[in-house]
Protein backbone atom coordinates (compact mmCIF):
# COMPACT_ATOMS: atom_id res chain seq x y z
CA UNK A 1 0.00 0.00 0.00
CA UNK A 2 0.80 3.84 -0.50
CA UNK A 3 1.55 6.26 2.23
CA UNK A 4 -2.00 7.62 1.77
CA UNK A 5 -4.25 4.34 2.75
CA UNK A 6 -2.21 3.08 5.34
CA UNK A 7 -2.24 6.92 6.66
CA UNK A 8 -5.75 6.22 6.83
CA UNK A 9 -5.92 2.67 8.41
CA UNK A 10 -3.69 4.11 11.05
CA UNK A 11 -5.94 7.10 11.74
CA UNK A 12 -8.95 4.84 11.80
CA UNK A 13 -7.81 2.46 14.21
CA UNK A 14 -6.57 4.72 16.95
CA UNK A 15 -9.81 6.77 16.80
CA UNK A 16 -11.62 2.79 17.14
CA UNK A 17 -8.83 2.47 20.23
CA UNK A 18 -10.06 5.54 21.86
CA UNK A 19 -13.75 4.76 21.03
CA UNK A 20 -13.34 1.60 22.63
CA UNK A 21 -11.35 2.61 25.84
CA UNK A 22 -13.12 6.63 26.19
CA UNK A 23 -17.09 5.59 24.81
CA UNK A 24 -17.28 1.91 25.61
CA UNK A 25 -14.98 1.66 28.50
CA UNK A 26 -13.74 -1.88 27.46
CA UNK A 27 -10.19 -2.39 29.22
CA UNK A 28 -7.51 -1.07 27.41
CA UNK A 29 -5.39 -4.44 27.37
CA UNK A 30 -8.12 -5.78 25.60
CA UNK A 31 -8.83 -3.08 22.89
CA UNK A 32 -5.27 -3.19 22.56
CA UNK A 33 -5.13 -6.57 21.17
CA UNK A 34 -8.11 -6.02 19.23
CA UNK A 35 -7.14 -3.04 17.03
CA UNK A 36 -3.57 -4.73 16.64
CA UNK A 37 -5.40 -7.63 15.51
CA UNK A 38 -7.63 -6.07 13.01
CA UNK A 39 -4.85 -3.52 11.98
CA UNK A 40 -2.44 -6.22 11.22
CA UNK A 41 -5.43 -7.44 9.21
CA UNK A 42 -6.64 -4.52 7.46
CA UNK A 43 -2.56 -3.17 6.55
CA UNK A 44 -1.72 -6.36 4.54
CA UNK A 45 0.41 -8.39 6.85
CA UNK A 46 0.74 -11.21 5.67
CA UNK A 47 -1.87 -13.34 7.21
CA UNK A 48 0.61 -16.39 9.01
CA UNK A 49 2.92 -13.89 10.28
CA UNK A 50 0.09 -11.80 12.25
CA UNK A 51 0.08 -13.31 15.68
CA UNK A 52 4.02 -13.65 15.36
CA UNK A 53 4.03 -9.42 14.81
CA UNK A 54 1.76 -9.38 17.67
CA UNK A 55 3.29 -11.64 19.80
CA UNK A 56 6.90 -10.29 19.23
CA UNK A 57 6.02 -6.90 19.25
CA UNK A 58 4.51 -7.18 22.51
CA UNK A 59 6.69 -9.71 24.35
CA UNK A 60 9.55 -7.33 22.94
CA UNK A 61 8.24 -4.47 24.73
CA UNK A 62 7.21 -6.34 28.36
CA UNK A 63 10.59 -7.99 28.30
CA UNK A 64 11.96 -4.65 28.76
CA UNK A 65 9.11 -3.17 30.51
CA UNK A 66 8.50 -5.95 33.05
CA UNK A 67 11.81 -6.31 34.35
CA UNK A 68 12.43 -2.23 34.53
CA UNK A 69 8.86 -1.92 36.73
CA UNK A 70 8.78 -4.88 38.37
CA UNK A 71 12.51 -3.98 40.06
CA UNK A 72 11.88 -0.63 40.34
CA UNK A 73 8.33 -1.22 42.31
CA UNK A 74 10.28 -3.45 44.10
CA UNK A 75 12.88 -1.02 45.25
CA UNK A 76 10.03 1.30 45.58
CA UNK A 77 8.47 -0.41 47.47
CA UNK A 78 11.55 -0.50 50.08
CA UNK A 79 11.80 2.72 49.92
CA UNK A 80 8.17 3.45 51.01
CA UNK A 81 7.72 0.33 53.23
CA UNK A 82 10.70 1.41 55.33
CA UNK A 83 10.22 5.21 55.61
CA UNK A 84 12.38 6.26 53.62
CA UNK A 85 10.24 8.11 50.98
CA UNK A 86 8.98 10.35 53.80
CA UNK A 87 12.12 11.00 55.27
CA UNK A 88 13.80 12.21 51.75
CA UNK A 89 10.02 13.83 50.96
CA UNK A 90 10.31 15.95 54.39
CA UNK A 91 13.82 17.00 54.24
CA UNK A 92 13.19 18.53 50.56
CA UNK A 93 10.22 20.55 51.79
CA UNK A 94 12.11 21.90 54.43
CA UNK A 95 15.10 23.03 52.56
CA UNK A 96 13.06 24.07 49.81
CA UNK A 97 9.45 24.74 50.79
CA UNK A 98 5.76 23.35 49.81
CA UNK A 99 5.48 26.02 46.78
CA UNK A 100 9.09 25.06 45.53
CA UNK A 101 8.80 21.27 45.89
CA UNK A 102 7.45 20.45 41.73
CA UNK A 103 10.87 22.56 40.70
CA UNK A 104 13.19 21.05 43.22
CA UNK A 105 11.43 17.20 42.18
CA UNK A 106 12.15 18.21 38.60
CA UNK A 107 15.41 19.54 38.77
CA UNK A 108 16.26 16.56 40.91
CA UNK A 109 14.99 14.19 37.79
CA UNK A 110 16.88 16.21 35.58
CA UNK A 111 20.42 14.95 37.30
CA UNK A 112 18.80 12.20 37.32
CA UNK A 113 17.75 11.87 33.89
CA UNK A 114 21.11 12.28 32.48
CA UNK A 115 22.16 8.99 32.34
CA UNK A 116 19.24 6.69 33.11
CA UNK A 117 16.27 5.93 30.59
CA UNK A 118 12.85 7.23 30.72
CA UNK A 119 11.15 4.69 32.06
CA UNK A 120 13.80 3.15 34.49
CA UNK A 121 14.17 6.97 36.06
CA UNK A 122 10.71 7.52 36.53
CA UNK A 123 9.72 4.20 37.92
CA UNK A 124 12.97 5.00 40.65
CA UNK A 125 11.78 8.54 41.14
CA UNK A 126 8.34 7.76 42.04
CA UNK A 127 8.22 6.91 45.84
CA UNK A 128 9.48 10.44 46.19
CA UNK A 129 6.87 12.19 44.24
CA UNK A 130 4.11 9.96 45.91
CA UNK A 131 5.32 10.63 49.40
CA UNK A 132 5.14 14.44 48.69
CA UNK A 133 1.93 14.42 46.99
CA UNK A 134 0.59 12.99 50.07
CA UNK A 135 2.86 14.67 52.48
CA UNK A 136 1.65 18.13 51.29
CA UNK A 137 -1.90 16.98 49.89
CA UNK A 138 -1.61 18.53 46.68
CA UNK A 139 -2.66 17.65 43.58
CA UNK A 140 -0.22 14.62 42.28
CA UNK A 141 0.16 16.21 38.60
CA UNK A 142 1.66 19.31 40.09
CA UNK A 143 4.51 16.80 41.22
CA UNK A 144 4.57 14.46 38.73
CA UNK A 145 4.50 16.04 35.39
CA UNK A 146 7.39 18.01 35.69
CA UNK A 147 9.42 14.91 37.38
CA UNK A 148 7.82 13.30 34.08
CA UNK A 149 8.89 15.90 31.79
CA UNK A 150 12.02 16.00 33.13
CA UNK A 151 13.12 12.52 32.44
CA UNK A 152 11.46 12.78 28.78
CA UNK A 153 13.93 15.77 27.50
CA UNK A 154 16.85 13.89 28.72
CA UNK A 155 16.15 11.14 27.32
CA UNK A 156 15.27 12.58 24.01
CA UNK A 157 18.04 15.18 23.46
CA UNK A 158 21.40 14.54 25.79
CA UNK A 159 23.27 11.90 25.26
CA UNK A 160 24.58 9.07 26.03
CA UNK A 161 21.09 8.02 25.34
CA UNK A 162 20.94 5.85 22.80
CA UNK A 163 18.49 8.00 20.28
CA UNK A 164 20.48 11.34 20.18
CA UNK A 165 23.92 8.92 20.09
CA UNK A 166 22.59 7.08 16.67
CA UNK A 167 21.50 10.26 15.26
CA UNK A 168 24.86 11.85 15.78
CA UNK A 169 26.02 9.63 14.11
CA UNK A 170 24.11 9.04 11.02
CA UNK A 171 24.75 13.24 10.80
CA UNK A 172 27.83 13.29 11.90
CA UNK A 173 27.25 15.60 14.72
CA UNK A 174 30.20 16.45 16.98
CA UNK A 175 29.01 14.06 20.23
CA UNK A 176 30.53 16.72 22.86
CA UNK A 177 29.26 19.41 21.49
CA UNK A 178 25.85 18.06 20.92
CA UNK A 179 26.12 17.26 24.38
CA UNK A 180 26.35 20.83 25.36
CA UNK A 181 24.03 21.95 22.91
CA UNK A 182 21.72 20.33 24.52
CA UNK A 183 21.97 20.85 28.17
CA UNK A 184 21.59 24.69 27.27
CA UNK A 185 18.17 23.76 25.39
CA UNK A 186 16.51 21.15 27.80
CA UNK A 187 16.24 24.04 30.72
CA UNK A 188 13.78 26.34 28.86
CA UNK A 189 12.16 23.09 27.51
CA UNK A 190 11.88 21.56 30.56
CA UNK A 191 10.36 24.74 32.79
CA UNK A 192 8.04 25.44 29.95
CA UNK A 193 6.69 21.83 29.37
CA UNK A 194 7.25 20.22 32.73
CA UNK A 195 7.34 23.07 35.78
CA UNK A 196 5.09 25.31 34.01
CA UNK A 197 2.46 22.78 31.89
CA UNK A 198 2.37 20.88 35.47
CA UNK A 199 0.72 23.91 37.46
CA UNK A 200 -1.46 24.54 34.95
CA UNK A 201 -2.71 20.48 35.05
CA UNK A 202 -2.77 20.64 38.40
CA UNK A 203 -5.51 23.39 37.95
CA UNK A 204 -7.48 21.94 35.73
CA UNK A 205 -6.78 18.53 36.47
CA UNK A 206 -6.97 18.52 40.51
CA UNK A 207 -7.26 14.69 41.38
CA UNK A 208 -4.80 13.88 44.54
CA UNK A 209 -3.05 10.69 44.69
CA UNK A 210 -5.15 7.55 45.78
CA UNK A 211 -2.83 4.97 46.21
CA UNK A 212 -0.07 4.36 44.93
CA UNK A 213 1.01 1.49 43.11
CA UNK A 214 3.71 0.63 45.41
CA UNK A 215 0.62 -0.14 48.24
CA UNK A 216 -1.21 1.64 50.58
CA UNK A 217 1.56 2.36 53.97
CA UNK A 218 0.67 4.48 56.90
CA UNK A 219 4.11 6.42 58.31
CA UNK A 220 2.67 6.24 61.98
CA UNK A 221 3.21 2.79 62.18
CA UNK A 222 7.06 3.23 60.81
CA UNK A 223 9.63 2.43 62.96
CA UNK A 224 13.25 3.54 62.55
CA UNK A 225 13.66 4.78 58.84
CA UNK A 226 16.68 5.40 57.02
CA UNK A 227 18.27 8.23 57.45
CA UNK A 228 18.29 10.76 54.37
CA UNK A 229 21.76 10.10 53.28
CA UNK A 230 20.76 6.28 53.53
CA UNK A 231 17.90 6.62 50.74
CA UNK A 232 19.72 9.05 48.74
CA UNK A 233 22.51 6.61 48.53
CA UNK A 234 19.99 3.76 47.78
CA UNK A 235 18.74 6.03 44.62
CA UNK A 236 21.62 6.98 43.76
CA UNK A 237 23.12 3.33 43.55
CA UNK A 238 21.16 2.07 39.98
CA UNK A 239 22.03 5.67 39.13
CA UNK A 240 26.00 5.37 39.62
CA UNK A 241 25.69 1.54 37.64
CA UNK A 242 23.43 2.92 34.76
CA UNK A 243 26.17 5.97 34.38
CA UNK A 244 28.61 3.42 34.07
CA UNK A 245 27.13 1.88 31.36
CA UNK A 246 26.48 5.20 29.63
CA UNK A 247 29.11 6.46 30.10
CA UNK A 248 30.64 3.32 28.43
CA UNK A 249 28.32 3.61 25.46
CA UNK A 250 29.53 7.55 25.13
CA UNK A 251 33.16 5.88 25.33
CA UNK A 252 32.56 3.49 22.25
CA UNK A 253 31.03 6.26 20.08
CA UNK A 254 33.88 8.19 20.26
CA UNK A 255 35.92 5.71 19.72
CA UNK A 256 37.76 5.72 22.91
CA UNK A 257 36.49 2.04 23.87
CA UNK A 258 36.71 -1.26 22.61
CA UNK A 259 33.50 -2.77 22.82
CA UNK A 260 34.78 -6.80 22.22
CA UNK A 261 37.15 -6.13 24.74
CA UNK A 262 36.16 -8.70 28.28
CA UNK A 263 36.53 -5.62 30.57
CA UNK A 264 33.70 -3.69 28.54
CA UNK A 265 31.49 -6.30 28.41
CA UNK A 266 31.54 -7.40 32.20
CA UNK A 267 31.09 -3.30 33.15
CA UNK A 268 28.34 -2.68 30.51
CA UNK A 269 26.48 -5.74 31.79
CA UNK A 270 26.47 -5.03 35.43
CA UNK A 271 25.09 -1.53 34.27
CA UNK A 272 22.71 -2.51 32.13
CA UNK A 273 19.33 -0.94 33.50
CA UNK A 274 17.47 -4.47 34.83
CA UNK A 275 21.12 -5.65 36.44
CA UNK A 276 21.58 -2.21 37.76
CA UNK A 277 18.02 -2.57 39.58
CA UNK A 278 18.13 -6.14 40.42
CA UNK A 279 21.39 -4.79 42.46
CA UNK A 280 19.71 -2.48 43.72
CA UNK A 281 17.06 -4.13 45.41
CA UNK A 282 18.76 -6.96 46.76
CA UNK A 283 21.32 -4.28 48.27
CA UNK A 284 18.04 -2.64 49.41
CA UNK A 285 16.64 -5.78 51.07
CA UNK A 286 19.48 -5.32 53.23
CA UNK A 287 19.69 -1.89 54.50
CA UNK A 288 16.58 -1.04 54.19
CA UNK A 289 14.99 -4.22 55.25
CA UNK A 290 17.34 -6.66 57.69
CA UNK A 291 19.56 -4.02 58.86
CA UNK A 292 16.30 -2.14 59.76
CA UNK A 293 15.15 -5.53 62.19
CA UNK A 294 13.12 -7.04 59.70
CA UNK A 295 13.18 -10.80 58.97
CA UNK A 296 13.39 -12.62 55.64
CA UNK A 297 9.73 -13.58 55.48
CA UNK A 298 8.38 -10.05 56.18
CA UNK A 299 10.96 -8.76 53.62
CA UNK A 300 9.91 -11.43 50.96
CA UNK A 301 6.46 -9.95 51.65
CA UNK A 302 6.94 -6.27 50.99
CA UNK A 303 8.80 -7.67 48.16
CA UNK A 304 5.50 -9.79 46.47
CA UNK A 305 3.33 -6.94 48.00
CA UNK A 306 4.96 -4.55 45.54
CA UNK A 307 4.33 -6.70 42.31
CA UNK A 308 0.54 -7.41 42.14
CA UNK A 309 -0.39 -3.50 41.87
CA UNK A 310 1.85 -2.83 38.80
CA UNK A 311 0.53 -6.22 36.57
CA UNK A 312 -2.44 -4.20 34.44
CA UNK A 313 0.81 -1.30 34.17
CA UNK A 314 2.91 -4.10 32.62
CA UNK A 315 0.19 -6.00 30.45
CA UNK A 316 -1.03 -2.48 29.36
CA UNK A 317 2.32 -0.92 28.39
CA UNK A 318 3.26 -4.51 26.47
CA UNK A 319 -0.63 -3.90 24.61
CA UNK A 320 0.94 -0.16 23.67
CA UNK A 321 4.12 -1.45 21.85
CA UNK A 322 2.16 -4.05 20.43
CA UNK A 323 -0.40 -1.93 18.77
CA UNK A 324 3.11 0.24 17.76
CA UNK A 325 5.04 -2.65 16.62
CA UNK A 326 1.62 -3.62 13.85
CA UNK A 327 2.22 -0.01 12.76
CA UNK A 328 6.09 -0.25 12.03
CA UNK A 329 5.08 -3.56 10.51
CA UNK A 330 2.36 -2.35 8.00
CA UNK A 331 5.31 -0.14 6.88
CA UNK A 332 3.36 3.15 7.21
CA UNK A 333 6.43 4.82 8.73
CA UNK A 334 8.57 4.03 5.80
CA UNK A 335 5.99 5.28 3.40
CA UNK A 336 5.25 8.35 5.40
CA UNK A 337 8.68 9.01 5.36
CA UNK A 338 9.83 8.95 1.93
CA UNK A 339 6.53 10.76 0.68
CA UNK A 340 7.78 13.62 3.37
CA UNK A 341 11.19 13.57 2.27
CA UNK A 342 10.81 15.19 -0.99
CA UNK A 343 8.94 18.34 -0.24
CA UNK A 344 11.69 20.79 -0.97
CA UNK A 345 11.54 21.78 3.12
CA UNK A 346 14.57 23.75 4.18
CA UNK A 347 16.69 20.63 5.90
CA UNK A 348 16.23 21.66 9.32
CA UNK A 349 12.00 21.92 9.06
CA UNK A 350 12.12 18.76 6.99
CA UNK A 351 13.93 16.33 9.46
CA UNK A 352 11.34 17.85 11.87
CA UNK A 353 8.63 17.00 10.01
CA UNK A 354 9.64 13.42 9.01
CA UNK A 355 10.64 12.82 12.85
CA UNK A 356 6.56 13.89 13.80
CA UNK A 357 5.25 11.89 11.23
CA UNK A 358 7.17 8.88 12.16
CA UNK A 359 6.24 9.72 15.68
CA UNK A 360 2.79 9.45 15.19
CA UNK A 361 3.09 6.54 12.82
CA UNK A 362 4.59 4.42 14.95
CA UNK A 363 4.75 5.34 18.18
CA UNK A 364 8.65 5.16 19.80
CA UNK A 365 10.48 8.49 19.86
CA UNK A 366 13.80 6.35 19.98
CA UNK A 367 12.61 4.77 16.55
CA UNK A 368 11.20 7.86 14.92
CA UNK A 369 14.70 9.72 15.90
CA UNK A 370 16.72 7.64 14.34
CA UNK A 371 14.80 6.28 11.24
CA UNK A 372 14.33 10.19 10.41
CA UNK A 373 18.06 10.88 11.26
CA UNK A 374 18.55 7.87 8.99
CA UNK A 375 16.54 10.07 6.09
CA UNK A 376 17.96 13.03 6.09
CA UNK A 377 21.18 12.36 6.82
CA UNK A 378 22.20 12.68 2.66
CA UNK A 379 20.43 15.54 2.42
CA UNK A 380 22.81 17.03 5.12
CA UNK A 381 26.13 15.23 4.74
CA UNK A 382 25.26 17.60 0.57
CA UNK A 383 24.63 20.89 2.43
CA UNK A 384 26.89 23.15 3.46
CA UNK A 385 26.44 23.28 6.74
CA UNK A 386 28.36 24.42 10.07
CA UNK A 387 29.10 22.17 12.77
CA UNK A 388 26.71 23.88 15.04
CA UNK A 389 24.32 23.94 12.19
CA UNK A 390 24.39 20.23 11.72
CA UNK A 391 23.73 20.03 15.57
CA UNK A 392 20.97 22.19 15.66
CA UNK A 393 19.42 19.19 12.67
CA UNK A 394 20.35 16.59 14.81
CA UNK A 395 17.93 18.33 17.78
CA UNK A 396 15.25 19.45 15.51
CA UNK A 397 14.80 15.55 14.43
CA UNK A 398 14.84 14.93 18.14
CA UNK A 399 12.23 17.88 18.84
CA UNK A 400 10.24 15.64 16.06
CA UNK A 401 10.60 12.69 17.44
CA UNK A 402 9.17 13.12 20.84
CA UNK A 403 5.84 14.98 19.06
CA UNK A 404 2.53 14.38 20.76
CA UNK A 405 3.09 10.70 22.10
CA UNK A 406 -0.45 9.07 22.04
CA UNK A 407 -2.03 5.54 22.02
CA UNK A 408 0.67 3.96 20.01
CA UNK A 409 3.07 5.21 21.98
CA UNK A 410 3.78 2.09 25.02
CA UNK A 411 5.31 5.43 27.39
CA UNK A 412 1.77 6.92 27.24
CA UNK A 413 0.05 4.10 28.63
CA UNK A 414 3.25 3.90 31.26
CA UNK A 415 2.74 7.48 32.19
CA UNK A 416 -1.36 7.30 32.42
CA UNK A 417 -1.23 4.11 34.59
CA UNK A 418 1.46 4.73 36.70
CA UNK A 419 -0.35 8.38 37.52
CA UNK A 420 -4.28 6.58 37.41
CA UNK A 421 -5.13 8.50 34.73
CA UNK A 422 -7.89 7.16 32.33
CA UNK A 423 -7.11 7.69 28.70
CA UNK A 424 -9.31 10.96 28.35
CA UNK A 425 -6.94 12.56 31.11
CA UNK A 426 -3.64 11.12 29.60
CA UNK A 427 -4.53 12.23 26.56
CA UNK A 428 -4.73 16.51 27.81
CA UNK A 429 -1.85 16.42 29.88
CA UNK A 430 1.00 14.03 29.06
CA UNK A 431 0.04 13.95 24.63
CA UNK A 432 -0.21 17.84 25.31
CA UNK A 433 3.14 18.08 27.50
CA UNK A 434 4.89 15.99 24.83
CA UNK A 435 3.88 18.42 21.96
CA UNK A 436 4.71 21.22 24.37
CA UNK A 437 8.32 19.87 24.60
CA UNK A 438 8.61 19.15 20.72
CA UNK A 439 7.88 22.50 19.57
CA UNK A 440 10.06 24.35 22.10
CA UNK A 441 12.80 22.34 21.12
CA UNK A 442 12.29 22.80 17.49
CA UNK A 443 11.99 26.63 17.99
CA UNK A 444 15.26 26.37 20.09
CA UNK A 445 17.03 24.30 17.36
CA UNK A 446 15.79 26.63 14.58
CA UNK A 447 17.36 29.75 16.38
CA UNK A 448 20.69 27.83 17.26
CA UNK A 449 20.38 26.98 13.08
CA UNK A 450 20.06 29.98 12.53
CA UNK A 451 22.65 31.80 14.53
CA UNK A 452 25.32 29.70 13.76
Not at 252 to 267: N, S, V, Y
Request: with cysteine; aromatic share 8%; hydrophobic share 55%.
Amino acid sequence: MTAGPLLGIAAAAIAALLILVIRFKLHAFLALILVSLITAFATGIPVNQIVPTLVNNFGKTLGAVALLVGLGAMLGRLVENSGGARVLADRMIELFGEKRAPLALGLASLLMGFPIFFDAGLIVMLPIVFAVARRLGGPILLYAIPTAAAFSVMHVFVPPHPGPVTASELYGANLGLLMLAGLVIILPMWYLSGYLWGKFCAKHYSFQLAESFFGKIDDDEIKNPPTVGTVIAMLLLPLVLIFMNTGLDFLRAAGKADPDQTWFQILSTLGSTPIALLISVLVAAVVLGTRRGENGSAIEKILESSLGPICSVVLITGAGGMFGGVLRASGIGDALADSLGDLGLPVIVAAYVVAVAMRLAQGSATVALVTAAGLMAPAVAMGDYSTMQVIAVTLATAAGSVFAGHVNDSGFWLVGRLLGMDVRTTLKTWTVQQTIESLVGFVLAYIMFIIF
